[in-house]
Protein backbone atom coordinates (compact mmCIF):
# COMPACT_ATOMS: atom_id res chain seq x y z
CA UNK A 1 0.00 0.00 0.00
CA UNK A 2 1.24 3.41 -0.58
CA UNK A 3 0.05 6.96 1.63
CA UNK A 4 -0.04 9.91 -0.06
CA UNK A 5 -0.19 13.37 2.02
CA UNK A 6 -0.69 16.54 0.50
CA UNK A 7 0.11 19.92 2.03
CA UNK A 8 0.20 23.84 1.12
CA UNK A 9 -3.17 24.73 0.16
CA UNK A 10 -4.94 27.78 0.88
CA UNK A 11 -6.83 30.67 -0.63
CA UNK A 12 -5.40 33.58 -2.77
CA UNK A 13 -5.58 36.56 -5.06
CA UNK A 14 -5.59 35.85 -9.05
CA UNK A 15 -1.88 36.62 -9.87
CA UNK A 16 -0.75 35.19 -6.42
CA UNK A 17 1.92 32.17 -5.96
CA UNK A 18 1.52 28.80 -3.94
CA UNK A 19 3.42 25.77 -3.54
CA UNK A 20 2.00 22.30 -2.94
CA UNK A 21 3.60 19.65 -2.05
CA UNK A 22 3.00 15.98 -0.96
CA UNK A 23 4.95 13.31 0.87
CA UNK A 24 4.72 9.30 -0.06
CA UNK A 25 4.63 6.50 2.49
CA UNK A 26 4.32 2.74 2.28
CA UNK A 27 5.01 0.81 -0.70
CA UNK A 28 6.03 3.64 -3.02
CA UNK A 29 9.16 3.19 -4.18
CA UNK A 30 8.82 0.70 -7.44
CA UNK A 31 6.63 3.98 -8.79
CA UNK A 32 7.58 5.18 -12.09
CA UNK A 33 6.52 8.42 -11.53
CA UNK A 34 4.43 11.34 -9.86
CA UNK A 35 1.82 13.59 -10.85
CA UNK A 36 -0.48 16.16 -9.40
CA UNK A 37 -4.43 16.34 -10.57
CA UNK A 38 -7.18 18.93 -10.01
CA UNK A 39 -10.56 18.32 -9.21
CA UNK A 40 -12.61 21.26 -9.64
CA UNK A 41 -16.38 21.73 -8.83
CA UNK A 42 -18.44 20.18 -11.30
CA UNK A 43 -15.74 18.61 -13.25
CA UNK A 44 -13.75 15.46 -14.24
CA UNK A 45 -10.35 15.08 -12.38
CA UNK A 46 -7.60 16.59 -14.81
CA UNK A 47 -3.81 15.95 -15.29
CA UNK A 48 -2.41 19.50 -14.08
CA UNK A 49 1.55 17.98 -13.83
CA UNK A 50 3.59 14.58 -14.21
CA UNK A 51 7.12 13.59 -13.72
CA UNK A 52 8.82 10.39 -13.87
CA UNK A 53 11.93 9.27 -12.19
CA UNK A 54 14.03 9.85 -14.70
CA UNK A 55 13.02 13.49 -14.36
CA UNK A 56 10.60 13.68 -17.41
CA UNK A 57 8.11 16.38 -17.27
CA UNK A 58 4.97 17.58 -18.68
CA UNK A 59 2.15 20.06 -17.94
CA UNK A 60 -1.29 20.38 -19.05
CA UNK A 61 -1.74 23.52 -21.44
CA UNK A 62 -2.89 25.26 -19.30
CA UNK A 63 -0.26 25.78 -16.56
CA UNK A 64 2.59 25.43 -18.83
CA UNK A 65 4.81 28.07 -18.23
CA UNK A 66 2.81 29.43 -14.77
CA UNK A 67 3.67 26.08 -12.62
CA UNK A 68 7.06 24.10 -11.56
CA UNK A 69 6.86 20.35 -10.51
CA UNK A 70 9.58 18.84 -8.73
CA UNK A 71 10.80 16.19 -6.86
CA UNK A 72 13.00 14.44 -4.35
CA UNK A 73 12.86 10.80 -5.03
CA UNK A 74 14.62 9.43 -2.55
CA UNK A 75 12.43 10.96 0.22
CA UNK A 76 9.32 10.47 -1.68
CA UNK A 77 8.60 14.17 -1.94
CA UNK A 78 7.08 16.11 -4.93
CA UNK A 79 6.15 19.37 -5.12
CA UNK A 80 4.07 21.97 -7.21
CA UNK A 81 4.84 25.50 -7.53
CA UNK A 82 2.46 27.58 -8.94
CA UNK A 83 2.48 31.33 -10.00
CA UNK A 84 0.58 33.67 -11.33
CA UNK A 85 -2.44 31.95 -10.72
CA UNK A 86 -6.01 32.26 -12.43
CA UNK A 87 -9.33 31.59 -10.90
CA UNK A 88 -9.81 29.00 -12.64
CA UNK A 89 -7.21 27.13 -11.06
CA UNK A 90 -9.53 26.86 -7.74
CA UNK A 91 -9.76 22.95 -7.00
CA UNK A 92 -8.75 20.76 -4.65
CA UNK A 93 -4.81 19.25 -6.04
CA UNK A 94 -4.68 15.76 -5.47
CA UNK A 95 -0.89 13.92 -5.72
CA UNK A 96 -0.82 10.49 -7.27
CA UNK A 97 1.68 7.87 -7.64
CA UNK A 98 2.36 6.47 -11.01
CA UNK A 99 3.08 2.56 -11.52
CA UNK A 100 4.04 0.82 -14.76
CA UNK A 101 1.51 -1.39 -15.52
CA UNK A 102 3.34 -3.61 -18.57
CA UNK A 103 1.89 -1.02 -21.20
CA UNK A 104 2.32 2.49 -18.99
CA UNK A 105 3.01 4.46 -16.47
CA UNK A 106 -0.30 5.58 -14.77
CA UNK A 107 -1.58 6.80 -11.44
CA UNK A 108 -2.26 4.32 -9.28
CA UNK A 109 -2.61 5.50 -5.54
CA UNK A 110 -3.84 8.68 -4.81
CA UNK A 111 -3.96 10.93 -1.72
CA UNK A 112 -6.63 12.93 -0.35
CA UNK A 113 -5.76 16.22 -1.74
CA UNK A 114 -5.42 19.75 -0.95
CA UNK A 115 -7.74 23.14 -1.64
CA UNK A 116 -6.64 25.97 -3.56
CA UNK A 117 -9.32 28.49 -3.98
CA UNK A 118 -7.99 31.09 -6.14
CA UNK A 119 -10.15 34.85 -6.47
CA UNK A 120 -10.86 37.44 -8.61
Known amino acids: QVQLVESGGGSVQAGGSLKLSCIGS????????MGWYRQAPGKEREMVSI???????EYSVGVQGRFTISQEIEKNKLYLDMRSLKTEGTGVYIC??????????????WGQGTQVTVSS
Open 96 to 109: TARFWNGHACLPQY
Open 26 to 33: GNISPRCG
Open 51 to 57: TSNVGER
